[in-house]
Nanobody
Framework: QAQLVESGGGLVQAGGSLRLSCAASGRTFSTYSMGWFRQAPGKEREFAAAISWSGSTYYTDSVKGRFAISRDNAKNTMYLQMNTLKPEDTAVYYC?????????????????WGQGTQVTVSS
């Protein structure tokens, strides 16, 4: 059974950095697009960043220039480097995978999810 497991969340001060990891198991996701979503308290889950199987990337405007998504297909692992963190980045961050680059940017079209990791940015 395919499984995505996030790690690397935690508490950090505003302006700090964190690196999230997403380890895939049960199947290879090397031909899938992968991405990160986040859900703040009381808000809907929203798209943050995506990376295609070939390495093309896309970011939502609020994280562009601060976050960097990458993947290592040989390790079946994806990363999210988050710099210059802001209190509004506080959320549960979810790793996700979908068959196409278009699919991975939508909650309803993404078919594999991790359990989430909490990121808290203090002011």
């Amino acid at each position: 059974q395919a499984q995505l497991v996030e790690s690397g969340g935690g508490l950090v001060q505003a302006g700090g950095s964190l690196r999230l990891s997403c380890a895939a198991s049960g199947r290879t996701f090397s031909t899938y697009s992968m991405g990160w979503f986040r859900q703040a308290p009381g808000k809907e889950r929203e798209f943050a960043a995506a990376i295609s199987w070939s390495g093309s990337t896309y970011y939502t405007d609020s994280v562009k220039g601060r976050f960097a998504i990458s993947r290592d297909n040989a390790k079946n692992t994806m990363y999210l480097q988050m710099n210059t963190l802001k209190p509004e980045d506080t959320a549960v961050y979810y790793c996700a995978a979908a068959p196409t680059f278009g699919d991975i940017m939508g909650v309803s079209t993404t078919d594999h999810w991790g359990q989430g990791t909490q990121v808290t940015v203090s002011s």
